[in-house]
């Protein structure tokens, strides 16, 4: 008979300098998926459950869904949320009946109240509940931030390859490939972590591009039969933690020795180009004198990390939009903010309509104070987004509801909320 493997997904990034804070309902807008639903709804899809539920398959094993819960990054998880949370993963496991393995696929930087290492407590839950002789494979984000208590908890840790990230899907194979090297080929398997007292910007942290691609591809030339993976987490520094730093994990089938030398390798080659990693960061004014300048009919862009919705933060912070509206320039621009009472004000208005609207720095107003922007109303909405580039492929987002405004500079301004009903 087939052996019976769950796949549990539970998945958001914490940043903990986030003037917010996460409850249940910033998952349910993006929809819980429970039991089958996590199959059915993620077909297709380019996320981890998908990928793990399709390779278990392949590999002849009855996939069983277990439940998925995503929501976009943000702020510290409440505690009487989490237990609402791991409430429901015990449930799924208790209806699942007799299971051989367990698939984890979570973030690896996720923080509740009184936890800095939450994917930690929830898969020391998961082993609680099934024994300890039920593998656990746990899958995690490249900027997740590994503890020793989940390489203690789980019999296999990996990450995702790619930044920006592409490979959620095939993460989400290799995830099912250990695990059938666990139950088919009855390997004993462990986790070597290292951290390293190292955080380097986001900025540098791109795979495609040096100085992070030659530390892959050495990675990479260390696998073998014996070294099954290596995962690199650069680890995202909007987090405030212990344990902190560059992590380096190797999953082994026993030699404990050569694994530690693969991940003395690495961080020795690591140490040898950190001042690699220094990013160049621009003001608001250079940025935008910047992309005008190299302007010339291509599209240029200007990424503010320090307030990036997808990196947790707030997406409150106005200082972009009002430099654009002031610059002058006839270089048509978009433009993002996370603003509800803008949006609760001018919603009702008619299309074509004159507004003036107060914006930014409503959820953290320690770090500046609203613009005013008159526009016209071009557009409103509440329908969710769907993804359709190369990352989380086909997965449908909801930002609450939404305005488009014009300025007379043509700045077009897109305001949205990630919170609120949908
Ligand atoms: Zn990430």
Redesign the pocket.
Known sequence: MAKRVGVASIIQ?TNTFSANRTTMQDFEIQGIWLGAEADTNSQGMNIEVAGSLEQLRAHDFEAIPLMRAWAMSGGILLDSELAKMKSLLKDQISAAGKLNGLILNLHGALVNESDDHTDAQITEYARELLGSDVPIVVTH???GNPSRRIVAASDGLIGFRT?P?IDQGDTGRRAADLMNELLTNNRTLGTMLKKLNMIIPAETMGTSDQPLLQIRELADSLIDDEILDISLFPV?PWIDVGEVGFGITVVHAGNIKRANECAEVIRKALWDIHKMFEAQLYSVEDAIDHAIKGYQGKMQMIAQSSDAPTGGSTGDDSRVVAALVNYGSDIPSACTVVDAPAVDKAFERTIGDEVSLPLGFTIDPRWGSPSTVHAKLINKGQAPVVLTGPAMTGQIVSIGRWIVVETSNNLILLDMRLQGSI
């Open positions: 990034e984000d490249l900027h930044y990230h995202q």
